[in-house]
């Protein structure tokens, strides 16, 4: 059923190179859908594009903070396809520290991925959806973009920010069957914590393997109604 679901769809995810994009791709791939695939690490992209049949030309090397590249890969893809089923946003920075310890320069960076990155995404790809009044976006801002946390003030801006813009692009989507679903993950083991100086416990988060699955899950929403959000946190790291 998973499978006939996702047979022949026309699927971009975003940030492929990281864990939960890579794992995102390989479960979709497998659904028999028409995937492609970005991300900034073309090395990766590469052998995450190879190891999943991805034809080389469906692999973008792609920076969301861009717009001109955004519009450029969405006239691109739009050319071949018309529109996207799914737009699956799995990129984003990440970034934890007390606020008088948060350089200016790290608090745009974030706005810039996190939030103008999603922007240009939406901005690009949503209007054939909107069009043809069908059509699947899904991000990720985490749950700390639902809840606070201390030290994140800088990332959960952003990430509130990235909420509430796609709370007001629905009311905008009303009178189509566009669906926006936001993905609140909280402690995913993943490349966020490398650069982090916290005490964490790693070993106890949620695997990267089963957050894609979790993306991979609401890729099949049942055509009568829509999954706005879901939230999945680890046992010991709950925060709403």
């Not at 450029?72 to 071949?80: F, V």
């Not at 699956?88 to 606020?99: D, E, R, S, T, V």
């Amino acid at each position: 059923m998973a499978v006939e679901m996702l047979a022949n769809r026309n699927v971009l995810i975003v940030g492929a190179t990281g864990g939960i994009g890579s794992e995102t791709t390989r479960l979709i791939k497998n659904g028999q859908a028409n995937v492609f695939i970005t991300g900034r690490d073309t090395k990766k992209l590469s052998q995450i594009a190879k190891a999943n049949n991805i034809p080389e030309e469906q692999a973008f090397s792609l920076d969301i903070t861009n717009a001109q590249a955004v519009e450029a890969l969405a006239d691109t893809i739009h050319s071949q396809i018309g529109h996207l089923d799914i737009l699956i946003n799995a990129a984003g920075a990440g970034y934890l520290n007390p606020l008088e310890k948060t350089e200016a320069d790290m608090f745009s960076q974030l706005i810039d991925v996190n939030l103008k990155g999603a922007f240009h995404l939406m901005r690009y790809f949503l209007p054939p959806m909107k069009e043809a009044k069908k059509g699947l976006v899904i991000n990720i801002p985490g749950v700390l973009g639902k809840a606070p946390m201390a030290g994140a003030a800088a990332y959960s801006a952003s990430k509130y920010g990235l909420n509430g813009m796609v709370k007001s692009i629905r009311e905008e989507l009303k009178r189509t069957e566009v669906r926006l679903t936001n993905l609140y993950l909280g402690g995913v083991d993943s490349d966020f914590w490398d650069n982090i100086d916290m005490r964490v416990n790693r070993d106890k988060f949620i695997n990267a393997k089963e957050a894609g699955r979790a993306v991979w899950f609401l890729c099949q929403q049942p055509a009568s109604g829509v999954v706005s959000e879901m939230v999945i946190q680890p046992f010991n790291h709950q925060v709403i």
